[in-house]
C-alpha cells in the first residue's frame, strides 16, 4: 500500500497471496518513508504496554504531515467508524 500499488501485482490474487506469505515483502528503505515506518513500529510492538496511545499516535509526524491531503482527516474517519459500530449495537 505504501507504494500505491497491490503487492505482487503482476501474478493472480491466489498466487500473489501465496508468495506474499512465503516471501515476504520487500523493506521500505527509501528515506522518504522514515516516518511511515516508526509509525507502524509502535502501532506493531508486541507488549501492548509499550504501544502509545491512540491520542498520542494522532499526533505522529506521519498523521499530521499527511492529514487532510484531498482525503478524510483520521479523526473524522475514527468517528464515523464508531458511529456505525453504535448502528450496527442497535439493531443486532
Same mark, same amino acid.
Do not use: W
Given at each position: 500500500?505504501?507504494?500505491?500499488?497491490?503487492?505482487?501485482?503482476?501474478?493472480? #490474487?491466489?498466487?500473489?497471496?501465496?508468495?506474499?506469505?512465503?516471501?515476504?515483502?520487500?523493506?521500505?528503505?527509501?528515506?522518504?518513508?522514515?516516518?511511515?515506518?516508526?509509525?507502524?513500529?509502535?502501532?506493531?510492538?508486541?507488549?501492548?504496554?509499550?504501544? #502509545?496511545?491512540?491520542? *498520542?499516535?494522532?499526533?505522529?509526524?506521519?498523521?499530521? *504531515?499527511?492529514?487532510?491531503?484531498?482525503? #478524510?482527516?483520521? #479523526?473524522?474517519?475514527?468517528? *464515523?467508524?464508531?458511529?456505525?459500530?453504535?448502528?450496527?449495537?442497535?439493531?443486532?
Amino acid at each position: 500500500m505504501a507504494r500505491k500499488e497491490p503487492l505482487y501485482m503482476e501474478f493472480s #490474487p491466489m498466487k500473489a497471496m501465496f508468495y506474499a506469505v512465503t516471501r515476504g515483502v520487500e523493506p521500505l528503505t527509501d528515506p522518504k518513508y522514515d516516518e511511515l515506518r516508526d509509525f507502524i513500529s509502535l502501532c506493531t510492538k508486541e507488549n501492548p504496554d509499550e504501544r #502509545p496511545s491512540t491520542s *498520542q499516535l494522532l499526533q505522529h509526524p506521519f498523521i499530521l *504531515q499527511n492529514a487532510g491531503r484531498g482525503r #478524510p482527516k483520521i #479523526p473524522d474517519l475514527f468517528a *464515523q467508524v464508531k458511529h456505525m459500530v453504535s448502528m450496527i449495537a442497535i439493531y443486532a
